[in-house]
């Protein structure tokens, strides 16, 4: 069989890039080697009538990204639905005080004011000052950074602001999140609600640009929220494959992808494990560089980018545990009811400290927890007056060299993950009523669990690399990468390894699609 184009990978890239041909009346073929599409974009059921997503969770970035604009109504007709909450995210300390970012300005100010004068007045500032750059920030953010586009758009803001004016600016966007929250703010509450998204986006609070993405996703939470999708991101993968079907494309899971084969340097199709051969002419590979370079190009001869492969980082791992409960949780501090996203840290310093632990393999005394509460915002994810509540921790070692706090033996994940789900659960029973009596069923994944379930998550690394910004930008995979092509024609790197990076965005599919003309 040939085909227009085939797509290595049903994660959210892949997808996007599908459905946006497919639209254009392209033969697209999207080959999965799970057996279920969607890449981290996973629904099982917990226990019977509890679905939980098992990595993908939130999808602000999607309903507010191109790819979410071009294809959301026509997922919509698949049955692609959000649920929203006006309360996205919070944190809880372990004393008790809480901090909830509304999607109400004038709530956010004076709740942080009442933290500490001032607080208030400096987030709406720092709020207002992405809007004013929105175009531009967002344009480097997402778009194709090798471009005639983008030349135009550098050019016009050095019109604007001037050279001095314009390298004044991108430094000022280097800033850690330490920096921009310990010049900015006086409550130790304020920060610890803002620090641990620096973990969300594969950094560190002390990484650049950590800070400037901090004040992107107090932005974009306070103006989009945190909106789940109805039924479950899995509900969202089967919407995309039912649109790429309904335009004559397919979607074919357990279907491995053996070899890209080349011939004088361009694409002629693809090979599977069983033996099948898939005659193209394009190829978009959604996968992590290890899979690309190591794997499905084996035997290609290209030199810079197996130099370059050496040199390529991947983050900490992340941990997952989730829980069905036989009812709704009570939490001791009141006010988190209905909040989408509650992180549980003592702040700035907790984060930093967590975070480094992990990074040089230990296992946290106290991680940096992100709880989730699902079927606060979409009630068809567990029975009537029951709940369903995940645990994610972005702060663990994808290696373990030994536990921080020397209480856990072991150096293997099998060994140690429930030892590890036990310590999180202790700190999250401390802040809900008689929670350990609530616990219907309990599913734990650490980082060897998640790359089983998904070659590209290296070490449980969810976001396709370290996001250092040696790795991201210009430089995402490697310093020499342009838009994701390279000396093989016809071949375009796509996925969260590749600009603009991780995320539910579909940003690489979405300018891959348009690079071929959707």
């Known amino acids: 069989m040939a085909v227009d184009h085939v797509v290595i990978g049903s994660g959210i890239n892949g997808l996007v890039a599908a459905s946006l041909l497919a639209l254009k009346g392209d033969r697209v073929l999207v080959l999965e080697r799970e057996a279920v599409p969607g890449g981290c974009m996973r629904t099982e059921e917990l226990a019977p009538g509890y679905l939980h997503d098992v990595m993908a969770a939130t999808f602000v970035l999607f309903m507010t990204s191109p790819a979410g604009a071009a294809l959301g109504p026509h997922l919509a007709r698949h049955g692609f639905d959000y649920c929203h909450t006006p309360h996205p995210t919070a944190v809880l300390r372990p004393d008790g005080q809480a901090a909830v970012l509304t999607m109400d300005r004038a709530a956010n100010v004076a709740a942080l004011d009442a933290l500490a004068p001032g607080d208030g007045a400096a987030f709406a500032a720092d709020a207002d000052g992405v809007a004013a750059d929105a175009p531009f920030l967002f344009a480097l953010l997402g778009q194709r950074l090798w471009s005639w586009p983008m030349a135009k758009l550098l050019f016009g803001q050095a019109r604007k602001r001037g050279l001095r004016g314009l390298a004044g600016w991108f430094g000022g966007q280097l800033d850690p999140m330490r920096g921009w929250l310990d010049s900015r703010f006086d409550s130790d509450t304020t920060k610890a609600l803002f620090a641990p998204w620096a973990l969300h986006c594969g950094l560190t609070v002390e990484n650049a640009y950590s800070g400037a993405m901090g004040r992107v996703i ?36 357990s279907a491995d992808v053996d070899r890209i084969t080349v011939h004088n340097g361009r694409v002629t199709g693809v090979r599977l494990t069983n033996g099948d051969e898939i005659a193209t002419k394009s190829v978009l590979a959604s996968v992590a560089p290890g899979q690309l370079y190591d794997r499905l190009l084996d035997g290609v001869n290209l030199p810079e980018d197996r130099n370059a492969l050496k040199r390529f980082r991947h983050g900490r791992g992340n941990f997952q545990l989730h829980f069905a409960l036989d009812a709704v949780p009570e939490w001791l501090t009141p006010g988190l009811e209905q909040v989408a996203l509650i992180h549980l840290t003592d702040g700035l310093d907790a984060v930093s400290k967590s975070s480094n632990e992990a990074e040089r393999g230990m296992l946290p005394v106290t991680p940096t927890i992100c709880v989730g509460q699902p079927s606060r915002l979409d009630p068809t994810r567990c029975p009537e007056g029951k709940a369903v509540l995940w645990m994610q921790i972005p702060d663990a070692p994808r290696v373990i060299k030994g536990d921080a706090a020397g209480e856990i033996e072991g150096t293997d994940w099998n060994d140690v993950r429930e030892a590890f789900a036990d310590r999180l659960q202790a700190i999250l029973s401390r802040h ?60 375009i790197h796509i996925g969260a390894s590749t600009h603009p990076g991780p995320g539910l965005g579909g940003g690489s599919g979405f300018n891959a699609a348009k690079r071929l003309g959707a």
């Open 432 to 491: 809900i009523k008689g929670f350990d009596n609530l616990v219907t069923a309990r599913k734990a994944y650490s980082p060897k669990d998640l790359e089983r379930m998904n070659v590209n998550l290296v070490g449980g690394d969810p976001y396709g690399g370290h996001c250092g910004v040696d790795q991201f930008f210009l430089w995402r995979p490697f310093a020499h990468s342009t838009n994701g092509e390279g000396p093989v024609r016809g071949l």
């Open 218 to 253: 107090a932005f974009a939470l306070e103006a989009a929220g945190a909106p789940v999708v109805k039924g479950g991101s899995g509900r969202a993968a089967q919407a995309f494959a039912a649109l790429i079907a309904e335009k004559g494309g397919e979607v074919r899971c």
